[in-house]
């Protein structure tokens, strides 16, 4: 990807920032915990999906990849208005909580196009006609983990709509780059806010669903 379209990332530093080992640790206990969770609670989920199918109405999943939790709190938002369900992306390797070193493996992630592994995502997207897409900004577009999950769960010709947390770079190039992941997806206008600002974003992701036509 261009890096010449990135705004540096020098943004503030969240209060927390700490990468102990122990800490990564814990972090993978939690992936492994909530990975078995949610594989019991997948029939349930299913069971939702398909129920909504067979009612005519939508069935949607609301994915996201989330660092530092502005793009998980919209993602919660998206998921109380439009009644969807919901899953994580979620890299088997945590990223760092220290501001600079995820910054700059962000950086080198990108520049080599790499794809880091992802743990199993249930419920399976294969299972919804529309897929919320939510991200934050990382130098310019989406996270590489984001593109991990488009290649191993193909969008193919269903509806795709991206939502993204920022500092600045609104999308980015993003919406492009999902264009070039997914070229048979069709592609709804996607939802930007500024990171520090997602907890007054309800009515602006209300009147965004509606112009939509997802509520
Ligand atoms: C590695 C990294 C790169 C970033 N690059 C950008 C950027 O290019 N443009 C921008 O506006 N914000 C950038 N940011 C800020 C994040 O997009 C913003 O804080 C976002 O809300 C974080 O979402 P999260 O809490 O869901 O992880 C970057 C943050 C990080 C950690």
């Known amino acids: 990807m261009n ?47 398909a129920h909504a199918a067979a009612q005519g109405g939508k069935s949607m999943l609301i994915v996201h990849f989330s660092h530092s939790g502005n793009t998980r709190r919209l993602a919660a938002c998206i998921q109380r208005l439009t009644g969807g369900d919901s899953a994580e992306i979620r890299p088997l390797t945590p990223y760092p909580r220290d501001y600079d070193a995820v910054v700059d493996m962000a950086k080198q992630e990108q520049r080599r196009n790499v794809r880091p592994a992802i743990a199993p995502m249930q419920p399976n997207p294969a299972d919804y006609d529309t897929l919320f897409l939510g991200y934050p900004n990382w130098w310019g577009t989406f ?18 709509v991206p939502f993204c947390t920022h500092e600045g770079s609104r999308l980015g190039k993003s919406e492009q780059d ?15 806010v500024r990171g520090s600002r997602v907890d007054g974003a309800e009515p602006a992701v209300k009147a965004w669903l509606t112009e939509l036509g997802l509520i």
């Open 143 to 160: 996270p590489m983990p984001v593109a991990t999950f488009l290649e191993s769960y193909p969008v193919g010709g269903r509806t795709l």
């Open 178 to 192: 999902l264009r070039r992941l997914c070229p048979q997806a069709r592609l709804l206008k996607g939802f930007e």
């Open 3 to 49: 890096e010449t379209h990135h705004t540096p990332p020098q943004y503030a530093r969240p209060a927390h920032a700490e990468g102990s080992g122990l800490r990564a640790r814990r972090e993978f206990l939690r992936t492994v915990a909530l990975g078995v969770a949610a594989v019991a609670a997948a029939p349930l989920l299913r069971g939702h999906a």
